[in-house]
């Protein structure tokens, strides 16, 4: 198994930015594919950003990309996402994610495709 903490979520000015961090402990990030996804109040879950296992493949929900940025170290058992030009819509819970499931080396873009989940981290934009 493998514990996962969220950190860097706070209170930030639209078109600010932020670093999310998402430490592991119990087993090193190098064995599982990670993500990032997002909750706002009233809404669903959904998927904001992952990251291959091997090969660091990523990929990111439309509403993020060429904002946010999505980066492990496996030496620090660490996996980060970079919050860039905030926007007041950005705001939710972030949750980051670990799993292994699959065989093939590619971001996991569902909630179904994880098994590990952290307890999550505020991030609020104010217009």
């Known amino acids: 198994q493998v514990q996962l903490v969220e950190s860097g979520g706070g209170l930030v000015q639209a078109g600010g930015s932020l670093r999310l961090s998402c430490a592991a402990s119990?087993?090193?990030?190098?064995?599982?594919?990670m993500g990032w996804f997002r909750q706002a109040p009233g809404k669903e879950r959904q998927f904001v950003a992952a990251?291959?296992?091997?090969?660091?493949?990523?990929f990111y929900a439309d509403s993020v990309k060429g904002r946010f940025t999505i980066s492990r170290d496996n030496a620090k058992n660490t996996l980060y996402l970079q919050l860039n030009s905030l926007k007041p819509e950005d705001t939710a819970v972030y949750y980051c994610?670990?799993?292994?499931?699959?065989?093939?080396?590619?971001?996991?873009?569902?909630?179904?495709?994880?098994?590990?989940w952290g307890q999550g981290t505020q991030v609020t934009v104010s217009s």
């Open positions: 994610a670990a799993g292994n499931k699959y065989y093939s080396d590619r971001p996991y873009t569902t909630e179904s495709d994880y098994d590990y």
């Open positions: 990251i291959s296992r091997i090969g660091g493949t990523t």
């Open positions: 119990g087993r090193t990030v190098s064995r599982y594919a």
